[in-house]
């Protein structure tokens, strides 16, 4: 798969995308932004972090675009409400579910079973694969060549539980985006990244000198969450989202951004 022209330059600011969430000291203080017509009913806050191309990052306007912003407005419109995009730190967007702050999250966030005790997921829009970057050259061809090296992840992350569970907590280093792992990575901090393949794709693009391996580190579901319990707010993303996904929506949104 590759980016289509709407991704095109989108990672030459991701630096900048870095320097939003970098001053962003807490979810209430993080970046918002409204999308669409006013609405009757009401408002939908969306939390997210956008650091995450294509399925989330920051354009030069300072708006948070990308296939689940998209994806997002759309359930917005379908509920007659006006969206708002809360931009935060990944490991903040649970918190921020449970205490009301947002009314759901779409970050490329993973159902695990873990997140599902304290979170309500929908049905699974589209899937993940899990990859790993490392500088050209390196002696990191397989995932068994992790195990003597230092590997950098997105704090809370999957590719965070996955490589501490496998790999042990001496081995990880974890950072606050991908994209400021990925710049320790050309940095010569760590030896390797474990995130998504696509916005490994964008970083790698960005930074002259990276690969991404062949070999998969894992595949995975991304879904919506909601806060736990809150059915009401559940059975209208849930029943939008499998709307959207019965009626091609959902996949004409991403082959925007993405093409085989």
Known sequence: MGMKKKMAGLMALSMMAFGVMAGCGSAQNSSTQDGGAPAEGGTLRMGTNATFPPYESVDENNKVVGIDADIAQVIADKLNMELEIINMEFDALIPALGAGQIDFAMAGMTAKPERAEQVDFSTSYTTGIQ???????????????????????????TGDEYCSDDLGEDHVQRFESGIVATQALVNGQIDAVVIDNEPAKAYVEANEGLKILDTQYAVEDYAAAIAKGNTEMYDKINGVLEELKADGTIDKIIAEYIHE
């Open 131 to 157: 990859v790993i970057i490392v500088q050209e050259g390196s002696d990191i061809t397989t995932v068994e060549d992790l195990k003597s090296k230092k590997v950098g992840v997105q704090t809370g992350t």
